[in-house]
């Protein structure tokens, strides 16, 4: 079930910038936080934006997805064919890239990477592609599951991650799957940030340039700072899987519920 999680909010939204963050008129932005492998809360918030969008039709939007497709859930291979798909969002998507991504594609060039990878999830993704993880899980057979990895990886879902971007900036708003270093331009930010960043993005209260929209740390509910807005709500584990939806002066909120 997906439901409205808190009120639009209005001009002033973000209390203590100095204006309110906007979009130009007539586009709508909806930003879906972290997936990790969870097709099901996918398929479900992919059919209440294009539910959203026949209500309430607009004349520019766009969908980003903050990165993290992979692991940790049951259905990493379902989630990156349907993103595959674009044409079945109802509206351009782009796909950022998050550092879960990064090991995976590591883990397609060298077999050892799945000594650190499997420790993120990573056996949970191959396992969602058919390959036997019983000697990986004990920390052997790296060679053999990467070949058969290999084997039953398609082509689409490496073209798919080696297209996805560091970050994108829209008006009033950057997003990006990790956050920013502070006192670096946002034009300067290192590929390392962007993926990884904790406590130096989190624990500093000044101004980005522009409100940083972001996942990768886990949250009860959508945190809405003034200089920030976190919306991975550890999809994975919780089954709240949620998309801001940012339009004009306003927000809102769009959150699965298992």
Known sequence: MLTGDGATRGPGAYPGTQRARRLRPGLRIYCIGDIHGRSDLLAQMRATIAADLRVRPCPEKLIICLGDYVDRGPDSA????????????????????????????????????LGSWRRFGGLETLASYGVSVNEA?????????????????????????????????????????????????????SERDLL??????????????????????????????TNRINIDTGAFATGRLTCLVLEGESHHFLTTHM
């Open 137 to 189: 899980a004990l920390g052997r057979g790296y060679e053999e599951a990467h070949q058969t990895f290999l084997a039953r990886f398609p082509a689409r879902h490496r073209l798919l991650l080696e297209r996805l971007e560091l970050s994108v900036s829209v008006d009033d708003y950057f997003f990006t799957h990790a956050g920013v270093r502070p006192g670096v331009a946002l034009e300067s930010q």
């Open 78 to 113: 379902g989630v990156l064919e349907a993103l595959s798909d674009a044409s079945a969002f109802g509206a351009p998507l782009l796909l950022l890239r998050g550092n879960h991504e990064v090991m995976l594609m590591a883990f397609l060039r060298d077999p050892l990477e």
């Open 196 to 225: 990884w960043i904790r406590h130096d993005f989190l624990d500093h209260g000044g101004d980005f340039g522009k409100i940083v929209v972001h996942g990768h740390t886990p949250v009860a509910s959508a945190d809405v700072q």
